[in-house]
């Protein structure tokens, strides 16, 4: 407090108060107290003359940066993802001809026999997992013959000679070595339930004869009326 006083009193003795003309400190002081305002004016007409300054360029180009690497990497990933399941789906389409899928490599047959024909579908299979894979749709692994076997009441025991065609294209479908494994069924509808169950009987035993000796797996029940 002592300094700061003497140096005030040391400033009022300089200065004269009577003449109008400030003394070379008093002139100091003036214009180093002007030249304050005036370098802020200045800079006040910089930032307005250039109002963003290069810090301001860095947080929109960082953040751009930062958008182009999240979208890269979102595109890197669903590429992935989706050249992965290209490449199952391709390993699951080539199933058949793979060595070691055909070591599980099956087949069933099943003889639709309905009132107007009967029809015999070949099924392709392999055992892969739980749950096997099948062949479905496929007009080639399909034939139909006619007459059905409703049409054979009169003539029971010669119902079965009405699936020769059926039995000889299944043969042709399932090669030689997998005919033993090949399970065929033998599902009558609606044409047979309408039938006396003696005259049914008959139908199916004339059937059972000739799937017995076709070649295929058989079992005396696997032939039988579907309950509609």
Partial sequence: MRRSASSLLISSKSMDFTSNKPT?????????????????????????????????????LAGTSGKCFCTLFLFLLCFSLYFLSFSKGYRFSSNFDNNRMKRNRGYAIIIDAGSSGSRV????????????????????????????????AEDPHNAGHSLMELLKFASRKVPVRERENARIYLMATAGLRRLDVVIQERILESCRIVLRASGFGFRDEWASVVSG
Wanted: charged share 15%; proline share 10%; with cysteine.
């Fill in 121 to 152: 579908h070949v099924f392709q299979y392999i055992n892969n997992g739980p749950l096997p894979i099948v062949t479905f749709g496929r007009e080639d692994l399909s034939f139909k013959s006619k007459p059905g076997l409703s049409s054979f």
């Fill in 24 to 60: 070379k400190l008093a002139s100091y002081s003036s214009s180093s107290s002007l030249s304050t305002p005036s370098s802020s004016h200045k800079n006040t007409n910089n930032a307005a003359r250039f109002p963003f300054r290069p810090s301001s360029y860095c947080k929109p």
